[in-house]
């Protein structure tokens, strides 16, 4: 056996050894309810994670991202970035997790901010997505300088927040200020859980806008005398059936986007309203009979990585020029809400084929590269980082993700170490060459 072998064996060792502190440290982080919204214990979180991390010979930052959407004095948005240098020059490897979470929701049979571990699950809303994969980087990383303290390179270990809704007080905010930068980080992995066996490599774009027609008050008695604005929006969306839904639909990326039905372009239409305010829950008052003059309606509108942002803009904007064209007295407002652009990591790029190098190692067979429907946070890594190294990769079941009873696998994140388990392969054996990776370059 060579001395790489050799300390790969004591590392996959080492890592078993730690299987109680995985336990104990996914619950711990469980047990600290980062809500979003509206971005509760923040700092708490970041407090904890920068004492195991110091006592790990990381060098901690905390920052709070000032002046983001949500932040104030009572919802600060806190984030740590931890920095361990290797004994040599070499590349970083960073693993970036967001610590906040989604709201609870019904249907709970756990505690969801218990962290219990029952039958190799710990249960909790965050258990996959994403204090499992945070946790699995801590320990991953603690066992690989154990094992390799000469290693080359560095390694960052990132707790950032409001992913879940948007990210802009977590990664955003930390990219604009340079701690994503191809000068100071080579190779990001953020560990969401997008299944063992996959290389998640970027997402689809996402074109987010508000829509309203107008048209006048009159009394409802006599529609005639005014101008009914949820009409016009019902041209709208006519238009849209007949025009826009067959067009998107018969777009087909290149990306390998999964599901299956997200690899055309799709749009949400999340809201619409029209005329007077809804009434009070409790209220038993009746509406007063008036035409309506303003409809709204939000759209999500999610694209391809071949479509441009422009061209999405101007096809809706085409389609409601049309009516204004062609339908009598209409008349509309577009207001932009918000716009992400699509990201993808070429599979060659040398984070992706390493992962996917020991996908076939372990698994025997090939990795299988996938793209999200969704975005998270390699959008800001690559626009305002502009660093192309980055997928997503971790341990636990996407499926899971937001429902109740979300959990992760204990064995899913480590079991896998040993050969004997090949076929549940984790985040902490991928993370094995990678971290070997360092120690190389
Ligand atoms: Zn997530």
């Known amino acids: 056996m060579d001395q790489q072998s050799k300390s790969l064996s004591q590392l996959t060792q080492v890592i078993e050894g730690k299987r109680d502190d995985l336990i104990q440290l996914t619950g711990d982080l469980i047990r600290i309810p980062t809500l979003n919204p509206p971005g509760e214990n923040y700092r708490d979180i970041c407090d904890f994670l920068a004492t195991r991390l110091r006592a790990s ?9 000032h002046g983001t959407p949500g932040d104030c004095g009572a919802y600060p948005r806190w984030n740590i970035i931890s920095r361990r240098n290797g004994k040599h020059t070499g590349d970083c490897v960073h693993f970036n997790s967001h610590t906040d979470v989604v709201e609870v929701g019904k249907g709970w049979t756990q505690d969801p901010f218990g962290g219990a571990h029952i039958d190799g699950k710990i249960y909790g809303r965050g258990a996959c997505d994403m204090k499992g994969g945070l946790a699995a980087s801590i320990i991953a990383a603690e066992a690989f300088i154990e094992v390799f303290p000469d290693f080359h390179g560095a390694i960052e270990i990132s707790g950032t927040a409001d992913e879940e809704s948007g990210g802009y007080g977590g990664v955003a905010y930390l990219a604009e200020k340079g701690y994503f930068t191809p000068e100071r980080v080579q190779h990001v992995i953020i ?11 970027g997402h689809r774009g996402g074109w987010w806008a508000e829509i309203e027609t107008f048209g006048e008050i009159a009394h409802g008695a006599m529609p005639f005398l005014g101008d009914c604005a949820v009409r016009h929006m019902g041209a709208v969306l006519d238009k849209f059936e007949s025009d826009l839904f067959p067009a998107m639909a018969a777009r087909r990326t290149d990306m390998p986007v999964v599901p299956e039905g997200a690899r055309s372009s799709t749009m949400n239409i999340n809201s619409i309203h029209g005329g007077q305010a809804e009434t009070l829950k409790d209220s038993t008052a009746l509406p007063s009979h008036c035409v309506p003059d303003s409809c709204r309606i939000v759209i999500d509108r999610r694209f391809l990585v071949e479509e441009p942002l422009d061209q999405v803009r101007g096809e809706v904007k085409g389609l409601l020029e049309e009516l ?9 407002a577009m207001r932009e809400l918000n716009h992400v652009l699509p990201s993808m990591t070429d599979r060659d790029a040398p984070v992706a084929a390493t992962v996917a190098a020991e996908i076939v190692h372990v698994m025997g067979k090939p990795a299988e590269f996938v793209a ?7 959008k800001h890594i690559d626009r305002i980082g502009k660093l192309k190294n980055c997928v997503a990769y971790g341990p636990g079941i996407l499926d899971l993700a937001h429902k109740p009873d979300e959990y992760v696998g204990v064995d899913d994140m480590i079991d896998s170490i040993n050969p004997h388990f090949p076929s549940n392969l984790t985040f902490s054996r991928l993370q094995r060459p990678l971290m070997c990776y360092i120690s190389v370059c």
């Open 57 to 65: 010979g990381f060098d901690v930052e905390l920052i709070r991202a």
């Open 191 to 201: 560990p969401e859980p997008l299944n063992k066996d996959r290389v998640c490599l």
């Open 324 to 332: 204004r064209r062609d339908r009598p007295d209409f008349d509309y």
């Open 372 to 378: 999200s429907p969704g975005t998270y946070d390699q």
